[in-house]
Each structure stands twice: as structure tokens, then as C-alpha cells.
């Protein structure tokens, strides 16, 4: 599928082997315009999400709802380490491949912010990696690479696990 005419490629990484192994593809079978360029992208879950497990409300009329800032700062530094780990892995598998590339980290919504990072680069293509969830897995959780197929407006390459 070598092609030069591809002058913004997406690739979404999750720290899963199925995103390592789409990035694997991508480096081995595209080939990018002499200006063009590859995209590591990785979406940080919000903050929130992780957040609003918050310890348990004091017992016996303590106040609750309220945020403990330690706590969501542990989080977010918990989950900033976590994004630097999987960059770094997929930096060490382009590095073999000796191509530089370019890394973005959003935190949001998977499936929405990897569309809108695919958007705002009018790339060409995105590569991004599919876990092998089964049917009722899907129906509560949905599956973010066919969000993506659905609504990314460029082609999507998705390279499904075992």
C-alpha cells in the first residue's frame, strides 16, 4: 500500500499492542510525501473521568461531593506518566524504523478527539489499532475505531488483534 502521496498521517496509539502494531504497519507500508508527515496521537482520558472516584463522602455528616485536590492531582500525575511511557514505546519503534515523527497528547474523549485531531491536520489517512472485544463488550462499551470509521473524513486503516 506504499503511496507518496500522503502528506498527513494519523496514527492513534492507546499503549495497547493492537495501537503498537498499527503504528508497526503504518511505518512499514506508507510512505509519506518528501513534506509529509507522521502523527503519534495520544488522547488522555479528561481528568474528571478518573476524578469522580473520589474518596467516599465523610461519614456522619461530613460534607460531601466535595473534590479532594490531592487526589485529582495523584490522578493526573498518575496518568500524565502513563502518556509519557506509551509516547516513549512508540518513539523506540519509530526510532528502529530510524523515521522521525510527531507526537500530540489530547485529553478528552477518544473517539471524538482522535476524529478532531484528524480533522484539524486534513490528514490524508489515520491508522489506529482494534482490540478484539466481543459483541455484548462492544454494545456497553462501544468501539473506538468504528466511531472513527463512521465519522473521520479520510480513510481509516484499522489493524484488528487476535
Known amino acids: 500500500m506504499a503511496t507518496g502521496n500522503l502528506a498527513s498521517v494519523v496514527v492513534a496509539v492507546d499503549g495497547?499492542?493492537?495501537s503498537m502494531n498499527a503504528l508497526r504497519w503504518a511505518l512499514d507500508n506508507l510512505r509519506l510525501r518528501p513534506d509529509g508527515e507522521l502523527v503519534v496521537l495520544h488522547v488522555q482520558p479528561p481528568p474528571n473521568i478518573a476524578a469522580g472516584l473520589?474518596?467516599?463522602p465523610i461519614p456522619f455528616g461530613g460534607p460531601s461531593g466535595v473534590e479532594v485536590p490531592a487526589f485529582t492531582q495523584a490522578i493526573e500525575a498518575h496518568q500524565r506518566r502513563i502518556t509519557q511511557a506509551i509516547l516513549e514505546h512508540a518513539l523506540k519503534i519509530c526510532s528502529e524504523k530510524n523515521l522521525e515523527v510527531k507526537t500530540e497528547v489530547i485529553v478528552g474523549d477518544?473517539?471524538?478527539?482522535?476524529c478532531e485531531a484528524t480533522a484539524n491536520r486534513n490528514a490524508d489517512l489515520l491508522v489506529m489499532g482494534c482490540r478484539a472485544i466481543g459483541p455484548l463488550q462492544r454494545m456497553f462499551l462501544g468501539s473506538v475505531s468504528n466511531y472513527c470509521i463512521n465519522h473521520v473524513g479520510c480513510p481509516v486503516v484499522v489493524i484488528k488483534g487476535t
Open 110 to 114: 477518544p473517539k471524538e478527539k482522535i
Open 16 to 18: 495497547s499492542e493492537e
Open 54 to 56: 473520589n474518596p467516599a
